[in-house]
């Protein structure tokens, strides 16, 4: 449909696609937003209504995959629940603002010149990720929400279930009259198709995406040649200050910690005044036992509970992602702070305290891209944000830094409007 | 005085560099503004204060500097009156208004929770570029003002200028309680330095800017490990539309190609409705070679004068920097956006004409960084956008675009004040 017949040649499949993708990008910035919005409608209603091939080539790739783990089935495996939600999902970013044309700064110089900074597509964004299905319609609902063409390219056990998705999205935006190369999906398995679109092809990609774990990341960050937005670890800490309320503050860990253990925003260390580890420390101690949570913890903390074991160096730089919780004691903010700056992977820490001074002193001091005060560490979420939907939170500082959605996958231009001006 | 004595080892006085910037760059996020623009204010008069000894640098620079060109020559001498400039820039950026800080988006929600983006530091800044001294000052100023640490490498023939400029900064940030590895400069001139930078020392360095040439900027692109924001060339296209005022054109169309024919701004193809080739086009063709100006041009063009010359395909797609400018006919606004978006760019395109509409159409149209409407592409420039000074123009898409200046040099965090919330 999008691809030359001939998949053989993988160098030669790529670049016709990057070819397609250019020229598409060019044509797509003449939609407009309520263009983009029925287009996205019509996309989750045939979804919907091709939740029986969807299913059917899920099973196939599910019937293939014998060899990986439970967790890595269950991000693969879809049932009618999970097409319904992926449906969901693509007319939720139907339903967000369309991020095209908004005027972030609107100035005028001396000499009369008027200048505004328009949000204007980026171009072709390229995505890769692992086996989940849904992201070839999330990222690709979103990088047309935002006025891009999409390369996508999944992971090759899900490459049926990912097919049957992506037939169902260019069937709407035939029907929406946009260019069926708008969302490109990558047909083939090679490896090599990953390594070409992280050369840029030939300048045809402007921006590539990295969505799974560390290696995937690792090797998007080594190869590409082009501008990467990437997703890295979420080692979050929850600092509990001795100004805390203590109900508030018991809520919050357990919460940050537990919620949810596999998502980046959970949180991986707790830090509690050592004034308090005999009170308050306790109580958040006892609870995270309770809850089931295994604590790895410094002198203050096993001196609390038989059942916390000692930390090592490592803990306080491992991202548990499960139900572990590394624990000690601080002298106090500057202390909490060093430690972070020390250990952290500036993506989201918090601070639990009563004292606004305190807290004000923490948000400005951690240069993370998200500081909460007296809130859980979860929030780390483009949806909790307001954003309507997200393709990843950006752990670098450039370009977008926290939740990446419609907005941030825009750039802008700026227009002067003059009455003949010339430059002395 | 910020790197170790055995300048022999350039991949180890490297790595103690990047060190330095990072430690560093956690030391300058605690200054306030105030701080920032008295340090700057002290660099400017350290430089003038210094001048004998820049002067002196200086000419044992230009004494070994025999191979160069003249146009080299020119641009790595400096006298009194240059000097002056450079200190007078520094003392410019102490003026702009500080970024850090800055609430760039605000909002609340439903669950109580307040959202803040603020404008941080980026960190730590490497700028690589190459003769002309004035580049020490201005990007360490710049990085300064931002609120980064910037580790400098300029061209080996301007050392010693470079190296003197450094150390009256160094006095001043001393003076100013600012760490003195606040602007670091490479002190060796082994090539090797750049390759060390471009792979981010180890994670020190968040961001590099290249300045300077095709070939500087291309290395940079083709081996940067970290995130890069370049300045490439300036392909500017200036549409006359049928429509345009004919004083208003003229002057445009000659300021826009003569004023300075060797900046990014500068006009390189001037397009003419085929409608007026023979009327208005005739007194800009007049006009420019009375300027000077050699003109390349299609038939139409070539109609109107004789020494109009044959214009190749390889005109269309070259950046003169020099009193030539290629010129044609176009039958309308589309035909002009159509080559425009075939050789431009992306840099910096302008249209002529006393049409809102049609200038409307051409401004959302047209995909580049600068999009005039009756105005000389010359003001491609951060001066002229009032950002006080520049450190280039990005023609990247990527986190900044057009004019880089102080403001463009930060990234964001976003701030969470909440009441005790935790996520359902």
Same mark, same amino acid.
């Given at each position: 449909?999008? $691809?030359?017949?001939?998949? +053989?040649?993988?160098?030669?499949?790529?670049?016709?696609?990057?070819?397609?993708?250019?020229?598409?990008?060019?044509?797509?910035?003449?939609?407009?937003?309520?263009?983009?919005?029925?287009?996205?409608?019509?996309?989750?209603?045939?979804?919907?209504?091709? =939740?029986?091939? @969807?299913?059917?080539?899920?099973?196939?790739?599910?019937?293939?995959?014998?060899?990986?783990?439970?967790?890595?089935?269950?991000?693969?495996?879809?049932?009618?629940?999970?097409?319904?939600?992926?449906?969901?999902?693509? =007319?939720?970013?139907?339903?967000?603002?369309?991020?095209?044309?908004?005027?972030?700064?609107?100035?005028?110089?001396?000499? /009369?010149?008027?200048?505004?900074?328009?949000?204007?597509?980026?171009?072709?964004?390229?995505?890769?990720?692992?086996?989940?299905?849904?992201?070839?319609?999330?990222? #690709?609902?979103?990088?047309?929400?935002?006025?891009?063409?999409?390369?996508?390219?999944?992971? +090759?056990?899900?490459?049926? +279930?990912?097919?049957?998705?992506?037939? =169902?999205? %260019?069937?709407? *935006?035939?029907?929406?009259?946009?260019?069926?190369?708008?969302?490109?999906?990558?047909?083939?398995?090679?490896?090599?198709?990953?390594?070409?679109? *992280?050369?840029?092809?030939?300048?045809?990609?402007?921006?590539?995406?990295?969505?799974?774990?560390?290696?995937?990341?690792?090797?998007?960050?080594?190869?590409?040649?082009?501008?990467?937005?990437?997703?890295?670890?979420?080692?979050?800490?929850?600092?509990?200050?001795?100004?805390?309320?203590?109900?508030?503050?018991?809520?919050?860990?357990?919460? $940050?910690?537990?919620?949810?253990?596999?998502?980046?925003?959970?949180?991986?260390?707790?830090?509690?005044?050592?004034?308090?580890?005999?009170?308050?420390?306790?109580?958040? %101690?006892?609870?995270?036992?309770?809850?089931?949570? =295994? @604590?790895?913890?410094?002198?203050?903390?096993?001196?609390?509970?038989?059942?916390?074991?000692?930390?090592?160096?490592?803990?306080?730089?491992?991202?548990?992602?499960?139900?572990?919780? +590394?624990?000690?004691?601080?002298?106090?903010?500057?202390?909490?702070?060093?430690?972070?700056?020390?250990? /952290?992977?500036?993506?989201?820490?918090?601070?639990?305290?009563?004292?606004?001074?305190?807290?004000?002193?923490?948000?400005?001091? %951690?240069?993370?891209? @998200?500081?909460?005060?007296?809130?859980?560490?979860?929030?780390?979420?483009? #949806?909790?944000?307001?954003?309507?939907?997200?393709?990843?939170?950006?752990?670098?500082?450039?370009?977008?830094? #926290?939740?990446?959605?419609?907005?941030? *996958?825009?750039?802008?231009?700026?227009?002067?409007?003059?009455?003949?001006?010339?430059?002395?």
């Amino acid at each position: 449909m999008n $691809a030359p017949a001939d998949f +053989s040649d993988t160098t030669a499949l790529m670049a016709a696609m990057g070819v397609e993708a250019r020229a598409t990008a060019a044509a797509l910035a003449g939609k407009s937003a309520d263009a983009r919005t029925r287009a996205l409608k019509l996309m989750a209603e045939a979804i919907r209504a091709a =939740a029986p091939d @969807i299913l059917n080539a899920n099973q196939t790739d599910m019937a293939a995959a014998t060899g990986l783990s439970p967790a890595m089935r269950d991000r693969l495996m879809l049932d009618a629940g999970r097409v319904e939600g992926i449906a969901n999902a693509v =007319a939720d970013i139907a339903a967000i603002p369309d991020p095209m044309g908004a005027v972030i700064a609107d100035w005028r110089q001396p000499n /009369g010149l008027h200048f505004q900074r328009v949000r204007v597509p980026i171009g072709v964004i390229g995505v890769v990720y692992e086996s989940r299905p849904n992201v070839t319609a999330d990222a #690709g609902a979103l990088c047309l929400r935002s006025g891009n063409a999409a390369i996508l390219r999944g992971g +090759s056990e899900s490459l049926n +279930s990912s097919r049957a998705l992506h037939a =169902a999205m %260019v069937s709407a *935006l035939k029907a929406a009259g946009f260019p069926q190369t708008a969302i490109q999906l990558v047909p083939t398995t090679d490896r090599a198709a990953v390594g070409a679109m *992280l050369t840029g092809l030939s300048g045809a990609i402007d921006l590539m995406i990295p969505r799974g774990g560390k290696s995937l990341v690792a090797r998007v960050q080594a190869e590409a040649r082009v501008p990467v937005l990437s997703h890295l670890e979420g080692l979050n800490t929850t600092y509990v200050h001795a100004a805390a309320d203590p109900a508030k503050a018991r809520a919050i860990v357990l919460n $940050a910690k537990l919620r949810r253990t596999g998502v980046c925003g959970s949180t991986e260390t707790v830090l509690i005044d050592s004034s308090i580890t005999h009170t308050l420390g306790r109580d958040i %101690v006892a609870d995270l036992l309770a809850a089931g949570c =295994a @604590i790895r913890g410094d002198e203050a903390a096993r001196a609390l509970d038989p059942r916390v074991t000692a930390a090592t160096e490592e803990d306080w730089r491992t991202e548990y992602l499960d139900a572990i919780v +590394s624990l000690k004691a601080v002298s106090g903010p500057d202390d909490a702070i060093a430690h972070i700056a020390r250990h /952290g992977t500036q993506h989201t820490d918090a601070i639990v305290t009563e004292s606004a001074a305190v807290a004000e002193y923490f948000l400005r001091a %951690v240069d993370s891209a @998200i500081v909460l005060w007296n809130a859980s560490t979860q929030f780390a979420d483009g #949806g909790e944000f307001g954003f309507g939907a997200e393709i990843g939170i950006a752990t670098g500082k450039l370009h977008a830094r #926290g939740p990446v959605g419609a907005a941030e *996958l825009t750039t802008y231009k700026t227009l002067v409007r003059g009455t003949g001006q010339i430059r002395p």
